[in-house]
């Protein structure tokens, strides 16, 4: 079984934000099979499409996904309630391969954060975490990072919490140091990150948004666009291809 | 139990459930959660002469109960479909239908002489996608025009040949009269019905190409009227789709006068969809004492 289409059960759910919800989904199965960096597509009750979202870790037989409110399908998620029945189909996505022996920065921007802690746990403790937000109000899961003994370096936008600035501030500081940047967040901080990356000439691999249909690899409706080696666009698809992607192919 | 086979211009199905273009792509992906048997046929994604790479994206939007797509036709091409993924598709034990798409007559003529040469059951003449600049919709426009391409490509398809129908038309009747009498052996209806979305944060359409195919639910009543009133215009096979999620809906879809019935959006919300419709079916059938599927067709009561 590479995925499949199953219910699991709400049990735990958590608010960390006023608008970012933890949820612990018990699923033996899918959770045993779920690597790093893929992601569940999610059964909205009422809605014609399935919500993407990312695994932020697995514990035995749960998978716990966090995600952010920012329409109606993520609202109407929010409201299941402990012991409630969620449908998803898991996993999805190839993933992100973590050497054993590099020395990886794992970087994530705002909702982003969440799908790098399964990877952190990978990694020896040569490894460095970089979270950066938009404030204070908005840090979540340090405590979790913390306990990955990865080192931890968080940034704000405006300086409220952790370092003053940009998730690549701390980034341009430690860069010579590492062998392999893995990132996920909004597409401006990918896209810096991946320039820094390529001045510095370190193997980069982003992981990407698109909207979705099928999630699976059958509609060809979540494409972006992917530079080939002469020069020319093609388009790749998220949910089969990616979501990770080498970012020196990405087409920015 | 019921029997749920149906046979369409010739060709055995052993249900009246048959994936739509587009949705499932050469079934690959789908048939890693069931064998792809639980459908009477697929009809694969639409296929060009040429690989194309389709349209930028985004290419999908949700819409209340339903979706945009823009895909636009991106496709591996005619040869790439043949020498690759049929001889796989061959084995699934269903029937394949070649979804066959062009810019030009001649373009629709050369890729059914192609197909015709080959093992596909079916050749489903897509002359509806409303998401490519030159993609065969302006051939689905009007009765003269699918007049025209139909029996131009007639002349090249040595398969049961359907033609897929657009609803963006001002009368569905006419222009499946004219895909009938140039020699169509089955019409299928409905493609996607031209819709637009705008994110009002940013004042532009979520889209890229602007405009996408609607399909999903949301239309499910449209195309019942559309397929119950081509079934009174025709004697031809009539393949009925559009929105249909339950197997309540294939009933109704067949009441309405459907022969088979074709799926697509509805995998993306349940991918376990086909196995829970041929269910309902053999119930429905079973309480109602009916021996067959095809007993279903047109039974709907206007008097
Ligand atoms: C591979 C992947 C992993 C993701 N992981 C996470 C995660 O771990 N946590 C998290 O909070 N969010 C994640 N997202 C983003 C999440 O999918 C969207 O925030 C969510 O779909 C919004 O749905 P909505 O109904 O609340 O918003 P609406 O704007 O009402 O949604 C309307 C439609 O647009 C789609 N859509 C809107 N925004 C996005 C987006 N950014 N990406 C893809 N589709 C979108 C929705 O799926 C839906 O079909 C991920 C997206 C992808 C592609
Ligand atoms: C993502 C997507 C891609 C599609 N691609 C094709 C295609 O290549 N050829 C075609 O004839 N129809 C295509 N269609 C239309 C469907 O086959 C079908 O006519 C339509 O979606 C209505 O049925 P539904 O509501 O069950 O999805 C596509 C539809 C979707 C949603
Ligand atoms: S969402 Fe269907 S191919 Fe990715």
């Known amino acids: ?252 | 139990m019921a029997d749920l086979s149906v046979n369409i211009a010739g060709v055995e199905f052993s249900n009246p459930i048959i994936a739509a273009s587009g949705t499932i792509g050469f079934g690959h992906e789908y048939g890693e959660l069931y064998p792809l048997s639980v459908f009477g046929g697929i009809s694969c994604k639409g296929t060009t002469l040429e690989e194309r790479l389709g349209n930028p994206p985004p290419r999908i939007a949700e819409t209340s109960m339903g979706m945009l797509n823009a895909v636009g036709l991106q496709n591996p091409g005619a040869e790439h479909f043949i020498n690759v993924e049929l001889p796989w598709l061959k084995k699934q034990n269903t029937v394949i239908i070649a979804n066959a798409a062009g810019s030009t007559e001649n373009d629709y003529c050369k890729i059914t002489e192609l197909l015709s040469d080959t093992d596909v059951d079916m050749i489903e003449l897509n002359i509806s996608c409303p998401n490519v600049k030159a993609g065969g919709a302006q051939f689905g426009k009007s009765p003269q025009s699918v007049e025209k391409i139909t029996s131009a490509v007639r002349k090249y398809c040595k398969k049961p040949l359907i033609i897929k129908l657009s609803p963006n038309v001002s009368d569905i009747t006419e222009v499946a009269r004219a895909a009938e009498c140039a020699g169509a052996d089955a019409v299928s209806l409905i493609n996607t019905l031209t819709g637009m979305r705008i994110d009002i944060n940013t004042r532009r359409p979520i889209i890229k190409n602007v405009t996408g195919g609607m399909s999903g639910p949301a239309v499910f009543p449209v195309a019942v009227r559309m397929v119950y009133q081509v079934k009174k215009a025709v004697k031809i096979p009539v393949i009925g789709l559009g929105g249909i999620s339950t197997w309540q809906d294939a009933v109704e879809m067949m009441m309405a006068g459907a022969d088979a019935i074709q799926i697509g959006t509805v995998l993306f919300t349940d991918p376990y969809a086909p196995i829970k419709i041929s269910e309902g079916l053999h119930g429905w059938l079973d309480t109602h004492e009916m021996k067959s599927v095809t007993e279903l067709t047109g039974t709907v009561i206007t008097d």
């Open chain 1, 1 to 252: 079984m590479k995925f499949d289409v199953q219910d699991c059960t709400l049990v735990g759910k958590y608010r960390l934000t006023p608008t970012i919800y933890d949820f612990r989904l018990k699923n033996s199965q899918l959770a045993e099979i779920t690597k790093p960096g893929q992601f569940t597509h999610v059964l909205i009750p009422g809605k014609t499409l399935r919500r993407p979202v990312s695994v932020c870790d697995v514990e035995g037989d749960i998978i716990r996904i966090v995600f952010e409110i920012r329409g109606d399908g993520t609202r109407i998620l929010s409201e299941c309630e402990v012991g409630s029945v969620i449908n998803i189909i898991a996993p999805l996505g190839n993933g992100f391969n973590i050497p054993k022996d590099k020395k990886t920065v794992f970087i994530g921007g705002g909702i982003g954060v969440p799908p790098m802690l399964y990877c952190a746990e990978q990694a020896g403790s040569n490894s460095v975490v970089i979270n950066g937000f938009r404030d204070k109000s908005a840090v979540i899961l340090s405590e979790d990072f913390k306990k990955t003994g990865c080192r931890l370096i968080e940034t704000t936008d405006n300086g409220t919490y952790g370092i003053n600035g940009f998730v690549t501030d701390p980034l341009k500081e430690i860069i010579d140091d590492i062998d392999v940047i893995f990132a996920c967040g909004p597409t401006p901080m990918l896209k810096n990150i991946s320039i820094l990356a390529k001045a510095h000439n370190k193997p980069c691999f982003v992981s990407l948004e698109q909207r979705m249909a099928c999630g699976i690899g059958a509609c060809l409706g979540c494409a972006v666009g992917i530079k080939k080696s002469d020069g020319s666009i093609t388009y790749k698809h998220v949910c089969k291809d990616g979501p990770v992607f080498n970012s020196e192919e990405v087409d920015w």
